[in-house]
């Protein structure tokens, strides 16, 4: 993948509809991935597109590395744009958090159980499982059955899964 075709493919992406970067996926190899991953995701469109290339990629059926997932890992720690944060948890669903970065992502996850999205509470709260310290674990799993008992929907599903986890 050259960097122009990036760069059209993410111009032509409008946030919404992924077909220029379904097109761009197509051509991606394995090594594009750490080059995506170190690329610029100042701005919202960048996060959204890197993430959902990403994503993408995974759903294809390919594994992150661990130096590629400590990457991202880092990259998404600076997200703010809530559907790369959603990409991003989805992700960790066949991925694990490095264990380094385990207390950062809790915090980031943690944060992000209050978010205005409920998709991205779900999808938080299954993450803050997966990123759970033995030192934590009985304080996660008393918000996650005190959130179950609260919520429905997409929360109280993924809220399930999560307890799975601990």
């Not at 051509?27 to 959204?48: G, N, P, R, V, Y």
């Not at 998709?119 to 938080?124: D, P």
């Not at 993450?127 to 918000?143: E, H």
């Amino acid at each position: 993948m050259q960097s122009s075709d990036y760069a059209s493919a993410v111009s032509a992406f409008d946030g919404n509809n992924p077909k220029p970067l379904r097109t761009l996926l197509q051509s991606m190899a394995t090594d594009d991935i750490t080059h995506l991953i170190t690329w610029s995701t100042e701005t919202a469109k960048k996060q959204i597109a890197n993430s959902w290339l990403i994503k993408a990629w995974v759903d294809a059926g390919n594994i992150l590395t661990g130096s590629q997932l400590e990457s991202f890992t880092k990259a998404y720690l600076d997200y703010s744009e809530w559907g790369a944060k959603l990409h991003y948890y989805q992700i960790l669903q066949t991925h694990d958090v490095p264990d380094k970065l385990k207390p950062a992502v809790y915090q980031a996850a943690y944060q992000d159980t209050k978010h205005a999205k409920a998709i991205v509470r779900a999808w938080a709260f299954y993450t803050l499982a997966k990123s759970a310290s033995d030192s934590n674990k009985s304080t996660t799993r008393t918000l996650l059955e005190k959130t179950l008992a609260e919520s429905s929907g997409s929360v109280a599903v993924r809220v399930k899964k999560a307890l799975e986890l601990i």
